[in-house]
């Protein structure tokens, strides 16, 4: 059975937030400035992004809500009655809610009977692994049409009273923590939706999903992304162990960690996934028309692109699209907020019969996910 | 048209045209061989971190000690490296010449790497008759016997695959490990200026490696040889290196 992406929708809480107004919305740690913020917002380049809260660092946006006005986009632009939709699958770092799945609440707020439901948990990669088990699912007949939805909210981890709190944490007893504020100036906040179908939408262009991909090195490599824990080779308690949650979050347990160091590993793990698909012949980069990467260009050593360059499989600079620049890193939603813009925007000409590479890594232990996609009307 | 399963056709990598990039160009047969050695690469560099020394590096808690040990283990195999390196120069023939200039210059460069070794071990605090004693670890004697037996064979191409694990690893030593080791331990320069060289000329080194790969790996059966030498030499060094726990024990 072949399925289709037929519909895509987004959802960007607030306006769009400068580089210079990012530390009025997360706060200023104790009233002070970061030292880092400015070299790590050029690093990563993004000139806007949005956030689901407000100067007050009061939340606007509930992860629930944003995703289910993503859906709700996606839902109103498809041309299937909503009773069809028949499963739910939702993909978040962090739901508002623990417990139960986010699926749960996010089906509830949408209304939609008697769906199944999954919930994928992970980070970036998440909603791969949640657009995966929906094209299997169709691709098994089960069902003949799938919302799959992703949502991010990762402000609420950012926010100065995070740090403030952390009293006994690296954070507070280093002069500089590049691991606990790196992703402070990176993430933000957004929601994106896909409508898969077993039939192309009767008018416009839909997505054929040639094929998902995805390898895990967790087996090998240390943990490079993560919250629960406080960042101590030498201590191995995560955030349950301490006698109450207030310890685990002096102690920073629950800050958001990235393991700077361990970064290069990515890459490098993108790369390998990406020439086991092409010596598999899954992936032929001669045929790709548009390469969507979660992540940038610029963040690749020069010297391993050069490489692929010399193999003969690199995939041209300007077959490269991403509007990370200007929606922000919203983590598992960036995929489908990229799709969504991609489809609509006038920066890329996208025609029928065109191939589109897309690629999400997660750093979080080093999963790298990749899918192609084919642009296909009725 | 597609019917939306994975194709896998053929199973074979991709040939594309030739491709050029700062003057390398390379041929269809060594372009294939460059990804499968790529991955090879990227294979073995992961699996490092699961070796106890180096898995030390990514978390932090690598000491003086351990950077004692890791230079008093790879010693030997940086002497026998030049063994390997001039065996195989004098086993090309006349057909090869230009291969076998370029790795005799490649020897004289390398061949006395080992003292510089022993240099940062007594700056690491070691003592000089310790590191000179050292015998060759387990995973240093099958590595060496592995590339004397190669190298022993005529015209040995197929030791390409070796130098790039190697010299890649060379580059990493320089690129990743030896600044962080002097962060961790507290050791100066002096300590890590093993590793710091051969960072040097990586440019140069590179486009060298493309050109010999492009004359040799002309056909299936050279990248094949190419690309077997490449991972037996990834996993006995990843081997001499998780031996390297059996000294502290």
């Known amino acids: 059975m072949t399925v289709y992406i037929t519909s895509t929708g987004s959802f960007l809480p607030g306006p769009a937030i400068s580089v210079d107004q990012v530390e009025n919305i997360l706060g200023a740690v104790h009233g002070k400035p970061s030292s880092l913020r400015v070299q790590i917002q050029k690093a990563n380049k993004i000139e806007t992004r949005h956030y689901a809260i407000d100067e007050q660092q009061k939340t606007t946006h509930s992860n629930t809500e944003m995703a289910t006005n993503a859906a709700e986009q996606c839902l109103d632009r498809g041309f299937v009655h909503r009773d069809k939709v028949s499963m739910l699958a939702v993909a978040s770092t962090q739901g508002d809610l623990p417990a139960p799945g986010m699926a749960s609440m996010v089906q509830a707020e949408l209304e939609l009977p008697e769906v199944e439901i999954l919930t994928t948990h992970g980070i970036c990669s998440s909603s791969i692994m949640a657009l995966k088990a929906a094209w299997n699912s169709l691709r098994l007949e089960e069902h003949e049409a799938a919302l799959v939805v992703s949502s991010e909210l990762a402000s609420r981890l950012l926010k100065k009273q995070r740090y403030e709190a952390a009293t006994t944490s690296t954070f507070a007893a280093k002069r500089i923590d590049f691991s606990t504020e790196f992703l402070r100036w990176m993430l933000s906040d957004g929601a994106g939706a896909l409508l898969l179908q077993n039939k192309p939408a009767p008018k416009g262009f839909s997505l054929r999903i040639d094929w998902i991909r995805g390898f895990s090195h967790a087996h090998a490599l240390p943990t490079c992304m993560s919250v629960g824990s406080a960042g101590r080779p030498e201590d191995p308690r995560t955030w349950q162990d301490y006698d109450t949650y207030a310890e685990a979050e002096q102690d920073g347990a629950l800050l958001l960690r990235q393991d700077v160091r361990l970064l290069d590993n990515l890459m490098r793990m993108g790369v390998d996934g990406y020439l086991r698909l092409v010596e598999e012949g899954v992936s032929k980069p001669s045929e790709v028309d548009h390469f969507l990467c979660h992540y940038s260009s610029h963040h690749f050593r020069n010297k391993i692109l050069e490489m692929l360059d010399t193999a003969g499989v690199g995939i041209p600079e300007e077959k490269w699209w991403t509007n990370l620049y200007s929606r922000g890193n919203t983590g598992s939603a960036s995929l489908f907020i990229m799709l969504d813009e991609f489809l609509r925007t006038e920066e890329v000409t996208v025609k029928e019969g065109d191939r589109v590479l897309c690629f999400v890594p997660e750093s979080g232990r080093f999963n790298t996910t990749y899918l192609q996609l084919t642009v296909v009307s009725e | ?249």
Not at chain 2, 24 to 33: E, F, G, R, S, T
Not at chain 2, 50 to 77: A, C, S, W
Not at chain 2, 114 to 127: I, R
Request: hydrophobic share 35%; aromatic share 6%; with cysteine.
């Open chain 2, 1 to 249: 048209m597609n019917d939306g399963e994975i194709s896998i056709e053929g199973g074979g990598s991709t040939v594309t045209q030739e491709s050029e990039h700062e003057g390398v160009i390379l041929n269809p047969h060594a372009q294939v061989c460059l990804q499968q050695l790529l991955r090879i690469w990227l294979g073995f560099e992961r699996d490092l971190s699961k070796v106890p020394l180096l898995r030390r590096i990514d978390l932090g808690t690598y000491t003086v000690e351990d950077h004692q040990i890791f230079l008093r283990n790879i010693r030997q195999q940086v002497i026998e490296g030049s063994r390997w390196i001039t065996r195989t120069a004098s086993s090309f023939d006349r057909d090869h010449s230009e291969i076998r200039s370029t790795i005799i210059s490649h020897a004289v460069d390398e061949h006395r790497d080992y003292e510089m070794l022993e240099k940062d071990y007594v700056a690491s605090g070691g003592q000089l008759e310790d590191i000179l004693n050292m015998e060759r670890n387990i995973g240093s004697e099958a590595l060496h016997g592995f590339l004397m037996h190669r190298s022993s064979r005529p015209n040995p191409i197929d030791l390409l695959g070796a130098m790039w694990i190697i010299e890649g690893l060379g580059e990493k030593m320089a690129n990743s490990w030896a600044e962080r080791i002097q962060e961790l331990t507290g050791l100066s320069e002096d300590s890590t200026r093993f590793m710091t060289y051969h960072g040097e000329n990586d440019s140069d080194h590179m486009q060298r490696f493309y050109a010999t790969l492009n004359s040799v790996c002309v056909n299936e059966k050279a990248i094949k040889s190419i690309v077997k030498t490449s991972k037996v030499v990834a996993r006995l060094y990843r081997l001499q290196l998780e031996e390297i726990e059996y000294d502290i024990q």
